[in-house]
């Protein structure tokens, strides 16, 4: 392929970790790549970042600047026979003096056996491993290999790196963009940190021959919009949702807004979203606002049968509400104590007093003597024993001094003060 047939991507791509954008953590003083470039001394290392954040780059840029052999493969494509001959060509390399960085792409696509065939090289040092991944190491790749590697972690680029790939690109191509100001700034904010959809882009802009300067609308319309990323069922996918979670916790409502419209203009599915917020209801809400899970019910409801896009404005209603809640988890510790102490006592059975007792034997045994009818009594408490007969009383659920819970609190102190004064404890 010559070097006009080759994307324009591939022909800008930096030589030299110096020419690399973006990835200061990494790449500036005292940062990991940094280090092993000014020592002259590469070991293992994973890649993880977004997709066009620069992970091939930087391997190729390392290989460069360290002057090694550099042997790229995908674990899509690839597999443990295309391992070994990588690996007899880095030994040959090795016997005359050369290293070798093996470098393998979304190495996450390799499964335990395949990952587990590459240790004994890098244990041995017949080759540098490289592997670059868009998901969570942790998740995806062996312990046995993740503890031979360093995880370099990459993030998207930012506004102002991609700004400077179009200046970098306008300089390379010999063109001007056919863009206003505002239109390079909004082109800059559409790629989403994705250097090789900006080049890709700016490639078919060049090639467009545009009449006239296109502004923010007009580059709308005149390419496709990358969508946001997100991935439904892996990592990214639980980032949000704990976005939108960790949000409303902090009564965080427009940040909640925010991170809701993120899942569901990615295409997550509104019914996983309905079921995160009627849980948040229960578990963080609770009692300092009961209406709160009535609202989310309904909301689920309402999407259920009106569906997109009149049904996302019950999503929306849902979101803020809960944003702007009081929050309690005193149910949820009640929840917990209570399951825990059960779990302990084993099979107590409940006092005599509080049983029924619908047949002669079991009333002679005791059953229900000494029940007292509350509705009955003038304060409409008695202060009976509920709990086993061998157990003491425990406080499990303890209401704040926060919305509704305020008068349940009120409520429950009347009840045990009764109880005190009838020496009831």
């Avoid at 070798?100 to 065939?117: A, P, S, V």
């Avoid at 807004?257 to 295409?267: D, E, I, P």
């Avoid at 003038?378 to 303890?398: D, H, L, V, W």
Wanted: proline share 4%; with cysteine; glycine share 6%.
């Amino acid at each position: 392929m010559t070097a006009e047939t080759r994307p324009l991507a591939d022909q800008m791509r930096p030589n030299t970790i110096d020419e690399i954008v973006g990835q200061r953590l990494l790449l500036g003083e005292n940062g990991l790549i940094r280090k092993m470039v000014d020592n002259n001394k590469l070991s293992n290392l994973i890649l993880w970042g977004p997709p066009g954040c620069g992970k091939t780059t930087i391997a190729r840029a390392l290989a460069n600047s360290i002057d090694m052999d550099f042997v790229p493969m995908s674990a899509v494509f690839s597999g443990t026979s295309d391992i070994k001959k990588a690996i007899d060509a880095a030994r040959m390399n090795h016997a005359i003096g050369r290293n070798t960085i093996l470098f393998i792409d979304e190495i996450h696509r390799f499964n335990k056996t395949q990952q587990d065939t590459l240790l004994p090289y890098l244990e041995d040092g017949t080759v540098v491993f490289v592997g670059a991944t868009t998901e969570n190491p942790s998740f995806n790749l062996n312990n046995a290999l993740l503890s031979r590697c360093h995880v370099g972690v990459l993030s998207a680029l930012d506004t102002d790196d991609l700004l400077i790939l179009i200046d970098r690109a306008e300089k390379f191509t010999g063109k001007k963009l056919p863009l206003t100001n505002d239109a390079r700034i909004h082109l800059a904010q559409m790629a989403d940190g994705d250097a090789r959809f900006l080049l890709n882009t700016i490639e078919y802009l060049n090639n467009a021959n545009f009449k006239q300067k296109l502004d923010s609308d007009k580059l709308d319309s005149a390419i496709q919009k990358r969508s946001p990323l997100s991935d439904k069922h892996d990592d990214e996918h639980y980032n949000l949702i704990s976005a939108v979670h960790k949000s409303l916790r902090a009564s965080d409502t427009d940040a909640a807004l925010y991170w809701t419209a993120r899942m569901m203009t990615s295409g997550q599915d509104p019914m996983y979203l309905f079921r995160r917020l009627t849980r948040f209801a229960m578990e963080d809400i609770g009692l300092a606002d009961p209406n709160a899970l009535q609202i989310a019910i309904s909301a689920w409801q309402a999407y259920e049968r009106m569906g997109s896009p009149e049904g996302d404005l019950a999503l929306t209603e849902l979101v803020i509400y809960l944003g702007t809640a009081p929050k309690s988890t005193s149910n949820y510790r009640a929840q917990s104590a209570a399951y825990a102490t059960a779990r302990q006592t084993g099979s107590l059975m409940p006092p005599k007093n509080i049983l029924n007792a619908p047949t002669k034997m079991m009333q002679n045994l005791g059953y229900g003597k000494g029940y007292i009818y509350e509705p009955d009594t003038a304060t409409g408490f008695s202060g009976q024993n509920c709990f086993p007969e061998s157990m003491q009383r425990i406080k499990f659920y303890n209401p704040i001094e926060r919305g509704f819970e305020r008068e349940i609190k009120k409520r429950v102190e009347y009840w045990d003060n009764l109880r005190q004064r009838m020496g009831k404890k």
